[in-house]
């Protein structure tokens, strides 16, 4: 009986545990809302971006721009409810953003 009550609470805080991890695009999106506080449109139209999962490429190597290293490129298109948005591009370096673009859909 002790034994199953110690993996329903094991698994529960695993459950937890991977609900609370965010995915390296959304990280992305929120390191792009933080970098473009100072044009309100900008973080507007982020705020209600939704990442398209179908879209996202995640390219993983081990280099660096400059002298900054870098492991990771990350590409999503995003879209709000009412229209496609466009695409964000990302740099990343262990699961961290350090560079954000955003590249708006032309229609």
Same mark, same amino acid.
């Given at each position: 009986?002790?034994?199953?009550?110690? &993996?329903?609470?094991?698994?529960?805080?695993?459950?937890?545990?991977?609900?609370?991890?965010?995915?390296?695009?959304?990280?992305?999106? @929120?390191?792009?809302?933080?970098?473009?506080?100072? %044009?309100?449109?900008?973080?507007?139209?982020?705020?209600?971006?939704?990442?398209?999962?179908?879209? *996202?490429?995640?390219?993983? &190597?081990?280099?660096?721009?400059?002298?900054?290293? *870098?492991?990771?490129?990350?590409?999503?298109?995003? @879209?709000?409810?009412?229209?496609?948005?466009?695409?964000? &591009?990302?740099?990343? %370096? %262990?699961?961290?953003?350090?560079?954000?673009?955003?590249?708006?859909?032309?229609?």
């Amino acid at each position: 009986m002790k034994a199953i009550k110690l &993996f329903l609470m094991i698994g529960a805080l695993s459950c937890s545990a991977g609900a609370m991890a965010t995915s390296v695009e959304q990280s992305c999106l @929120n390191y792009g809302q933080k970098v473009m506080k100072e %044009n309100p449109d900008m973080v507007s139209l982020l705020g209600q971006a939704k990442i398209d999962p179908s879209s *996202v490429i995640t390219e993983r &190597f081990d280099g660096k721009v400059g002298k900054q290293p *870098v492991s990771t490129v990350v590409t999503a298109k995003i @879209n709000s409810a009412q229209e496609k948005l466009g695409t964000i &591009f990302c740099l990343v %370096n %262990n699961d961290s953003p350090l560079y954000f673009h955003y590249i708006a859909v032309e229609e």
